[in-house]
């Protein structure tokens, strides 16, 4: 086994500084709002895990029906000698891919990149375990930071998955594409994940389950405030609420003080008022269409070669060759 190579370039008290920092000014802000990365700790992780189970819950399975059947053609298309995955690199998903490009031949190196050291030493060791002879080079970073410092043997192609993109507002999509751009050599890939625009109750019912799976999960932010930051937020007077904007055509998570109150932050030396039905936004997800996706891929220097959709059209997969 060839033992994996980690480069960190996010300092040890990262991830508390940016937090402090995001709810300074997200909490101050009019609305309020939080970044949804937040949601990730231990927890939260759990709890992501049991949504992307549940029956309403469908971007996971669609998208991993698409590349059970699509794996060995990306491979095929992109000879890839390089695969680059931006967040966790231990998914059933990644596997399908890394399998796909051994089998073609071509896969020397895999470059995961997360911002969770843990997360991604756990991945990293796990592939060069399950995958012997394959080079392994981790890197704990932000992808909207790190992109120009990933190692790689061209050519790559650089999977992100799981309709992360839709997590960015439009400028800040656009900014990631041309980031990716960047750094990729002309006849490089990308391959991207998005969500697709469908019936409103199926988009809606997957962010707000009968079971309250995503409830928890959405409030779960608070309790990482409360956790680091010695908050008092009263979780439980926080109700979930998830709502379609037909304008952006994207579903909002937010969260809604069901009673007027006052959260001090003492970590921040801040104390933030909520007035009874005030909303904490906590997350956009945006769903695509083909014709916008092509668009905005043009717009950052990519032409989309490959496009496919699971057996529903619910989701869309795109392979993207740097131009």
Same mark, same amino acid.
């Given at each position: 086994?060839?033992?994996?190579?980690?480069?960190?370039?996010?300092?040890?008290?990262?991830?508390?500084?940016?937090?402090?920092?995001?709810?300074?000014?997200?909490?101050?802000?009019?609305?309020?709002?939080?970044?949804?990365?937040?949601?990730?700790?231990?927890?939260?992780?759990?709890?992501?895990?049991?949504?992307?189970?549940?029956?309403?819950?469908?971007?996971?399975?669609?998208?991993?029906?698409?590349?059970?059947?699509?794996?060995?053609?990306? +491979?095929?298309?992109?000879?890839?000698? *390089?695969?680059?995955?931006?967040? @966790?690199?231990?998914?059933?998903?990644?596997?399908?891919?890394?399998? +796909?490009?051994?089998?073609?031949? *071509?896969?020397?190196?895999?470059?995961?990149?997360?911002?969770s050291r843990t997360a991604l030493r756990e991945a990293a060791a796990a592939c060069a375990v399950d995958y012997p002879g394959l080079t392994v080079h981790g890197v704990v970073g932000d992808f909207t930071e790190h992109l120009a410092l990933l190692p790689g043997e061209v050519p790559r192609v650089v999977a992100f998955l799981g309709g992360t993109i839709g997590n960015l507002l439009p400028a800040e999509r656009a900014k990631f594409l041309r980031s990716v751009r960047h750094v990729l050599e002309p006849g490089e890939w990308l391959l991207l994940g998005t969500d697709l625009v469908k019936d409103v109750e199926t988009v809606r019912v997957a962010y707000d389950d +009968?079971?309250?799976?995503?409830?928890?999960?959405?409030?779960?932010?608070?309790?990482?405030?409360?956790?680091?930051?010695?908050?008092?937020?009263?979780?439980?007077?926080?109700?979930?609420?998830?709502?379609?904007?037909?304008?952006? &055509? $994207?579903?909002? =998570?937010?969260?809604?003080?069901?009673?007027? =109150?006052?959260? *001090?932050?003492?970590?921040?030396?801040?104390?933030?008022?909520?007035?009874?039905?005030?909303?904490?936004? *906590?997350?956009?997800? +945006?769903?695509?269409?083909? &014709?916008?996706?092509?668009?905005?891929?043009?717009?950052?220097?990519?032409?989309?070669?490959?496009? $496919?959709?699971? @057996?529903?059209?619910?989701?869309?997969?795109?392979?993207?060759?740097?131009?």
């Open positions: 086994m060839t033992e994996p190579v980690v480069d960190v370039h996010l300092a040890e008290d990262h991830a508390a500084r940016a937090l402090a920092a995001d709810a300074r000014v997200g909490l101050a802000a009019n609305p309020k709002t939080l970044p949804p990365k937040w949601f990730y700790d231990a927890r939260g992780s759990e709890l992501f895990e049991q949504i992307t189970r549940l029956p309403e819950y469908y971007p996971t399975r669609a998208e991993r029906e698409i590349l059970g059947d699509r794996a060995g053609e990306i +491979a095929s298309t992109s000879q890839a000698h *390089t695969l680059v995955e931006l967040g @966790s690199g231990s998914s059933e998903k990644t596997r399908l891919l890394l399998d +796909a490009l051994r089998a073609a031949g *071509t896969l020397h190196q895999f470059v995961p990149l997360d911002v +009968a079971a309250g799976v995503t409830a928890e999960f959405n409030r779960n932010v608070l309790h990482v405030l409360n956790r680091e930051l010695g908050a008092d937020f009263d979780v439980s007077a926080f109700s979930h609420v998830a709502l379609w904007d037909p304008e952006n &055509e $994207w579903i909002e =998570m937010r969260l809604r003080a069901e009673k007027a =109150m006052r959260v *001090t932050i003492p970590a921040l030396d801040m104390t933030v008022s909520f007035e009874e039905g005030e909303e904490l936004h *906590t997350e956009i997800s +945006a769903k695509f269409r083909r &014709e916008g996706i092509t668009t905005e891929l043009a717009d950052a220097g990519f032409e989309l070669t490959r496009w $496919w959709t699971d @057996s529903a059209d619910r989701f869309g997969l795109s392979l993207s060759r740097a131009v």
